[in-house]
């Protein structure tokens, strides 16, 4: 089992950063490739970003390119998700997930483990 708790989400303004995190326990989390998904309300959950077992691979959303950065800390069993230039469309709760394979994909149900999500509010 892996334990998934995000943080960092909040309410901004259009043009400003959050920073999100996502701290892994349970097995070793440099065996997991990591992603978030965000969840917009009356839509379906989305693939954003994902990163590679050793962090050198990252992957996006053609909406977040650019935006929003990717990142972890396999000493620190987090992983992080870096928004800048936020838009009232990235209005959504994101999740942390976690899979146990080798690559990364955004198919959200090849997951195995996910978070209970993040508020993330921008206002316009």
């Known amino acids: 089992q892996v334990q998934l708790v995000e943080s960092g989400g909040g309410l901004v303004q259009t043009g400003g950063s959050l920073r999100l995190s996502c701290a892994a326990s349970?097995?070793?989390?440099?065996?997991?490739?990591m992603a978030w998904f965000r969840q917009a309300p009356g839509k379906e959950r989305e693939f954003v970003a994902g990163i590679s077992r050793g962090g050198r691979n990252t992957y996006y959303a053609d909406s977040v390119k650019g935006r929003f950065t990717i990142s972890r800390d396999n000493a620190k069993n987090t992983v992080y998700l870096q928004m800048n230039s936020l838009l009232p469309e990235d209005t959504a709760v994101y999740y942390c997930?976690?899979?146990?394979?080798?690559?990364?994909?955004?198919?959200?149900?090849?997951?195995?483990?996910w978070g209970q999500g993040t508020q993330v509010t921008v206002s316009s």
């Open positions: 349970g097995r070793t989390f440099s065996n997991y490739v």
């Open positions: 997930a976690a899979d146990s394979t080798i690559i990364v994909v955004t198919t959200l149900r090849n997951y195995d483990y």
